[in-house]
């Protein structure tokens, strides 16, 4: 079975400055797909970015980007330029590409990030 | 709007009565899921559903059930609740198999209590 490993339960960033959340996950699949998502105060789950394991470029949606290193089974999220709207709980998130017909995510347990102003 | 609509948004019960959380999507998914949500553990899957009268257990099945007689609906039966399964519930949907572009859509959460 797959697990996810956050390691920070919390982090907090000054307002505009850079800050990574750290994702490891286990897996003996070759195939599968990364996510980040964000839990604000709301508590709606929210996509951040996705990687597709197949893809060596690490992908990037405006000031998120993520540092996939598929060998060492590393996922880590890089926030740019923080803002107060950042904060939340972030979750990264494991999906099998060969797990047919579930289409189960399997989560860590969550960095809370707080932004400092 | 697409969306995933769930009912009850909150809901304090008692031991032993039961309830159901309906989750309802507007997007013709194939592809229905319950998670819940507990602090320390993240998300854990429930049940999922692939189509029309196919369902199948997750991670943490014991206590619940599901039905998905209609493709748009996806409800979650807690027939006798207990207070272990005070938590936070998610409902998500998706077309299956979609390869890359598929996503997943959540619903805004149910937050349920047992007393």
């Known amino acids: 079975a797959q697990t996810v490993t956050q390691s920070q339960p919390e982090m907090s960033v000054q307002e505009a400055e850079t800050v990574t959340l750290s994702c490891t996950y286990d897996t003996s699949e070759s195939d599968y797909y990364l996510f980040w998502y964000k839990q604000p105060p709301s508590r709606q789950m929210i996509l951040v970015i996705r990687?597709?394991?197949?893809?060596?470029q690490n992908a990037t949606e405006n000031r998120f980007s993520v540092n996939f290193q598929k060998a060492a089974k590393s996922f880590s999220l890089k926030i740019s330029d923080s803002q107060l709207g950042d904060a939340a709980m972030y979750f990264c998130a494991y999906r099998s590409e060969t797990n047919f017909g579930n289409e189960k995510l399997t989560f860590g347990t969550g960095t809370r990030l707080t932004i400092i102003p | 709007e697409a969306q995933v609509t769930q009912n009850p948004r909150y809901l304090i019960t008692v031991t032993g009565k039961k309830l159901t959380v309906t989750c309802s999507q507007n997007m013709n998914h194939e592809y229905m899921s319950w998670y819940r949500q507990d602090p320390g553990l993240g998300l854990r899957q429930i049940y999922y559903?692939?189509?029309?009268?196919?369902?199948d257990k997750g991670d943490v099945p014991e206590g619940y059930k599901v039905s998905r007689k209609e493709k748009r609906n996806f409800p979650l039966i807690l027939e006798s609740p207990s207070p272990n399964q005070t938590s936070l519930y998610f409902c998500?949907?998706?077309?299956?198999?979609?390869?890359?572009?598929?996503?997943?859509?959540f619903g805004p959460g149910t937050r349920l209590l047992v007393l």
């Open positions: 998500a949907s998706s077309l299956l198999a979609s390869g890359e572009q598929e996503t997943q859509y």
């Open positions: 990687q597709e394991a197949y893809k060596q």
């Open positions: 559903s692939m189509n029309v009268e196919v369902t």
